[in-house]
């Protein structure tokens, strides 16, 4: 029998297995990972199968940038501890196309309070001369945060709280979670098969967290399908865009809103790839389980390569490409917001899922707030369970 056990094996759940580890004597983490080959097989798919993530510091609220904050602190140690390296610190440029908005005029206030040192850009040109590989339209402003914001590598930060986790004597499974029953305890049952017992259970399985009846009561999730592009370039392009920060460019127009970026890195096959992102007017909302399947498995990314493409060379003018891809991806927001951490409704069940686009960067402190949940039915003293109330349809 587990004291508790994790269900999904992404960036919330290996956090919160780390952190559970420290207080209980027996905890698993049951999940699959990534699905490289056959994808039919695959039930469930995740929001993390990348080599690249935004790191910013100011978020936000102060809700995203204590998250951030905190996150970033632990870095050090989880890399050494794990001798696995996940985090870049080239700093992380943020610019609205038209002027200082909301965000930009909340960063003084959150700086002050959080103590975190950032640099505005009051025009378009500032920002080319400090950066000449952007460009910018007439009437913008920028904001770089220093390091230690830049960008995380999603699978590697993953395997270093994993390692971290298996060292403390937790047990992982790579196995898909199908079923669920509470009497007294829990059985957790997979795909292959097995049956687990658990005191406690923390559901953190993202975008999929309300199927297979994990759950007492789905969570209220609008679940959307992300497309992302990844630009070849040579080493030697890569290598000379080594200092390039990640950026945040809030452009809105109706094919293209909210564009992040990333500086190339190398990814598995041995290539260097500059990543692009954006909210697509092509984004598919989903309602059930089979249409994201249909979309991992079969679904058409490639149809979004041209918009995105253009979007990419009218910020990067310069960049030298060698070819293009497209990878699916799947968001999960929130009704507040924020991620959803606390009682799933059942006795000893918690839940935390809905990253809301934002949450690689502080899955180390999401998973901590949801570990010290399922030990102490609470939040740490510097939040508030308020902020991350599950809210069920
Ligand atoms: C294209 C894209 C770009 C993004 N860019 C950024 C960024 O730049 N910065 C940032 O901070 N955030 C970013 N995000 C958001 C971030 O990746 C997510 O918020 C984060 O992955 C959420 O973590 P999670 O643990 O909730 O979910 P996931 O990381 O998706 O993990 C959930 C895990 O649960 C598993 N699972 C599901 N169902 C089951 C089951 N039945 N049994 C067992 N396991 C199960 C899945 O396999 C998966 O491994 C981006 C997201 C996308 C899609």
Redesign the pocket.
């Known amino acids: 029998m587990f004291d508790c056990i994790v269900?999904?094996?992404?960036?919330?759940?290996s956090a919160a297995a780390k952190y559970l580890k420290k207080y209980f004597e027996r905890v698993a983490i049951?999940?699959?990972n990534e699905p490289l080959h056959d994808l039919e097989k695959a039930?469930?798919?995740?929001?993390?199968y990348?080599q690249s993530?935004?790191?910013r510091t100011i978020g936000v609220d102060p809700v995203w940038t204590q998250l951030n904050k905190q996150s970033v602190a632990h870095y050090p140690k989880l890399e050494t501890e794990s001798g696995i390296s996940f985090h870049s610190s080239e700093g992380c440029l943020y610019v609205s196309p038209y002027g200082k908005d909301k965000y930009l005029k909340n960063v003084p206030d959150q700086a002050n309070q959080f103590r975190l040192p950032y640099q505005f850009f009051d025009n378009e040109e500032f920002i080319t001369k400090a950066f000449q590989d952007y460009t910018f339209p007439s009437g913008s402003f920028g904001m770089l945060e220093p390091a230690p914001a830049g960008h995380i590598n999603?699978l590697q930060l993953i395997k270093a709280q994993l390692k971290v986790f298996q060292n403390s004597g937790g047990e992982i499974y790579n196995?898909?979670?199908?079923n669920l029953n509470y009497d007294q305890s829990f059985s957790v049952n997979t795909s292959t098969g097995q049956t687990y017992s658990a005191k406690k259970v923390l559901v953190?399985?993202?975008?999929?967290?309300n199927?297979?009846g994990?759950l007492p009561q789905p969570l209220s999730l609008e679940l959307e399908s992300?497309t992302?592009l990844l630009a070849e370039v040579s080493q030697a392009e890569a290598q000379r865009l080594s200092k390039l920060p990640s950026l945040l460019y809030e452009l809105d127009t109706e094919a293209v809103e909210g564009i992040?970026l990333?500086q190339p890195v190398q990814y598995p096959d041995g290539r260097y790839y500059l990543k692009m992102?954006s909210n697509l007017s092509t984004d598919i909302p989903f309602q059930n389980l089979k249409q994201i399947q249909e979309w991992f498995r079969n679904g058409d990314s490639s149809g979004n390569e041209l918009v995105l493409r253009k979007a990419l060379h009218a910020i990067m003018p310069s960049l030298n490409t060698i070819g293009y891809t497209t990878k699916k991806?799947?968001?999960?927001r929130t009704r507040h917001g924020q991620c959803y951490i606390g009682s799933s409704g059942q006795k000893n069940q918690y839940v935390?899922?809905?990253?809301?686009?934002?949450?690689?960067?502080?899955?180390d402190a999401l998973g901590q707030i949801a570990a010290h949940y399922t030990i102490h039915e609470n939040v740490p003293p510097e939040y508030s369970a308020q902020s991350f109330k599950p809210i069920m349809v």
Do not use: W
């Open positions: 269900i999904g094996k992404g960036l919330i759940g049951i999940g699959p039930q469930v798919f995740a929001s993390h990348d993530r935004v790191q999603p196995d898909t979670v199908v953190t399985a993202g975008a999929f967290s199927f297979f994990l992300e992302v992040y990333v992102g991806c799947i968001v999960s935390a899922a809905g990253g809301n686009g934002y949450s690689a960067m502080c899955s």
